[in-house]
């Protein structure tokens, strides 16, 4: 397995994410609407085993869901510790 150079700080990882969906383009039996959503990553491995991440997801509805008729968007975030174990070290 080929790995990234890893320096003394660590590495770093970034993402990010947007997305539409649209309901009812062309479908008479589904009612109009969607959402928009976007979200963006962090995680840092400060070392080969362990890493910490944040992470926040955003999405705007076209349309209240019908649960919660009076929510237009949401908002999410995520804080997470991440630790690595190779499987060969397992199996020996």
Same mark, same amino acid.
């Given at each position: 397995m080929h790995h990234l150079p890893f320096t003394p700080l660590g590495a770093l990882?970034?993402?990010?994410?947007?997305? =539409?969906? *649209?309901?009812g383009e062309g479908a008479r039996d589904v009612e109009p609407g969607g959402a928009t959503s976007a979200s963006a990553a962090i995680r840092w491995w $400060?070392? =080969?085993?362990? $890493?910490? *991440?944040?992470?926040?997801?955003?999405?705007?509805?076209?349309?209240? &869901? +019908?649960?919660? &008729?009076?929510?237009?968007? *949401?908002?999410?975030? +995520?804080?997470r510790a991440t630790f690595h174990v190779p499987v060969e070290r397992l199996v020996r």
């Open positions: 990882e970034l993402a990010g994410r947007f997305e =539409r969906l *649209s309901l $400060a070392t =080969r085993f362990c $890493a910490v *991440s944040a992470a926040g997801y955003f999405t705007a509805y076209d349309t209240a &869901p +019908i649960e919660e &008729p009076e929510t237009t968007q *949401s908002w999410l975030g +995520i804080l």
